[in-house]
């Protein structure tokens, strides 16, 4: 579905919040041209590219520049209002000795009667997914060429008798240790389970750190009709077997049927890359009222990509729906602080050059609009990498890095139906559940059709509001959850990438 458009732009610029001091160009501007802000004319002191910031009230050395309503950084000189705002003259205030506080004053959430539909797959155990596919999971990489060799015979073979036939392929399991192996073989346990996947073939080799019979023995409540393992050197032909494997698998997914389901039911997963100045503002802001929306209608929206909420990470801690889950949110983000420390590597390294040149200059601006995805809705869980967030109503937080990769396979991982995947610079990547990319601009959208799903960019280009938007976003998320292909599937790209930590002996 593609919402670009030719319309005319009928902003210039944005100011997000009425406390802020800054405003963000829709445009190019030169030095020396005056646009007008709240009926007073203002004239640029210096070239602005799109995506940029402009003072709009005169900023003294040492003050907070603020968008957002929040502080996004220091000033480190005297900023006249006409100057462009950016690297030059603003400065990250985070320097890790960031105290936080539990705030008790957060509202129940209230749950909608009348909830919308879609047309999903009812799995055994309760879940619903949204494809009936077959994945192809190896244990261990020394097996990544049997199972893409198994699947692309499957799709020639037993075509249409699937939605898809997915290998889910990776470089790890042998000479994992600690945590790296715990983190493989967790990931791994939970992608197992995801109800996306009507049937489900585990190939091992068999000598792996990373064994089968414990991976598979470890996983409770395992519909063991829809599953089907074994190792490689205990096989004859491993290839052959595996499509035998496949085969009866399709004999138990014959009778699945797509039934209409409570969108209560689905599980979304939210994720940013190659964000640029825009993206808090569109793209990040509609999917933070399709947050809202899904969970006021009782579902799951999972969020994740911890490092960049440093710099607002209070702003979803006031919203920690106990003080248990309070102390886990901290608990998330400490651990991913010390996981820097460790490694000897700078906190605050953030935001990318990408980032940058498209109007990012601090961590806690990259920070205020990546949790924009994450709406207003109450944090009801916290969950580690590789584990699976509940079916209940809410927003979990997942450890995870911002690496778009390994992030939006722990989304996955964890449950998301599909990965709503905002972007203002662009990227192909796809993953094993349908990914939805949207687009922050639209000339990103007119330039890359076949990578972008939905345009955000209307939102600048006419007097949509961001309202509006949303709601076109939500109606398009039914219909990728009732069967409706996005880009990253007519593409075949479908990325798996696992994070590693560890020592590989």
């Known amino acids: 579905m593609k919402n670009s458009t030719k319309q005319p732009i009928k902003r210039q610029f944005i100011q997000v919040h009425n406390d802020d001091n800054v405003v963000v160009a829709i445009q190019p501007f030169s030095k020396g041209e005056v646009f007008e802000h709240n009926s007073r004319k203002i004239e640029l002191l210096d070239d602005v590219p799109a995506g940029h910031k402009v003072c709009i009230k005169a900023i003294a050395a040492g003050e907070d520049v603020i968008k957002y309503g929040y502080s996004i950084g220091q000033a480190t000189c005297d900023i006249r209002v006409g100057h462009h705002v950016h690297s030059l003259n603003l400065k990250t205030k985070l320097d890790g000795s960031e105290r936080y ?7 129940a959430p209230s749950i909608a009667d009348k909830v919308p539909s879609f047309m999903g797959y009812q799995r055994n155990n309760g879940l619903v997914g949204i ?6 999971i190896n244990t261990v990489g020394c097996v990544n060429q049997a199972a893409k060799r198994i699947t692309d015979i499957c799709k020639q073979k037993y075509a249409g008798q699937a939605d898809d036939f997915i290998a889910i392929t990776h470089p790890y ?14 990931l791994l346990a939970s992608l197992i389970q995801h109800p996306n996947a009507g049937g489900i073939v585990v190939v091992g080799l068999g000598c792996e750190n990373n064994q089968l019979s414990k991976l598979i023995g470890d996983i409770t409540g395992l519909d063991e009709s829809r599953i089907r393992y074994y190792n490689s050197q205990e096989v004859t032909d491993e290839i052959e077997t595996g499509v035998e494997c496949v ?12 039934t209409q389901q409570p969108v209560s039911k689905l599980s979304l997963g939210m994720k940013c890359g ?16 399709v947050t809202d929306k899904l969970t006021q209608f009782g579902g799951r929206v999972i969020l994740t990509e911890t490092p960049e909420m440093f710099g607002a990470e209070q702003v979803l801690m006031d919203r920690a729906q106990s003080e248990e889950i309070f102390n886990q949110t901290v608990k998330l983000v400490s651990d991913f602080k010390q996981y820097f420390i460790d490694n000897n590597q700078p906190i605050y390294e953030n935001p990318s050059p990408g980032n940058k040149a498209g109007g990012l200059t601090t961590l806690e601006e990259k920070s205020l609009g990546a949790i924009q995805k994450g709406g207003k809705a109450i944090i009801n869980e916290v969950i580690d990498y590789g584990g699976k967030a509940s079916v209940n109503a809410g927003l979990t937080l997942l450890q995870a890095p911002g690496n778009d990769a390994v992030s939006s396979t722990a989304l996955a991982a964890a449950g998301a139906n599909i990965i709503l995947f ?30 972008i799903d939905f345009n955000a960019g209307q939102i600048l280009d006419s007097d949509m509001s961001v309202d509006e938007c949303a709601d076109k976003l939500f109606d398009y998320i039914l219909q990728v959850a009732s069967g409706a292909k996005t880009n990253n599937e007519k593409n075949d790209n479908r990325e798996v990438a696992i994070w590693k930590n560890g020592v590989t002996l």
């Open 101 to 107: 506080h539990y705030n008790n004053q957060v509202a």
């Open 131 to 136: 494809r009936n596919e077959i994945w192809i």
């Open 173 to 186: 399991g042998c000479s994992q240790l600690g945590d790296d192996l715990s983190n493989t073989k967790n």
């Open 247 to 258: 085969e009866a698998l399709l004999q138990q997914m014959a009778s699945d049927q797509r």
């Open 274 to 289: 190659g964000s640029d100045g825009f993206s808090g503002l569109t793209a990040n802001s509609i999917v933070g009222r």
């Open 422 to 451: 905002t972007t203002g610079r662009g990227t192909p990547l796809g993953f094993p559940v349908p990914t939805v990319k949207i687009s922050s601009n639209s000339g990103l959208a007119e330039r890359k059709p076949h990578w």
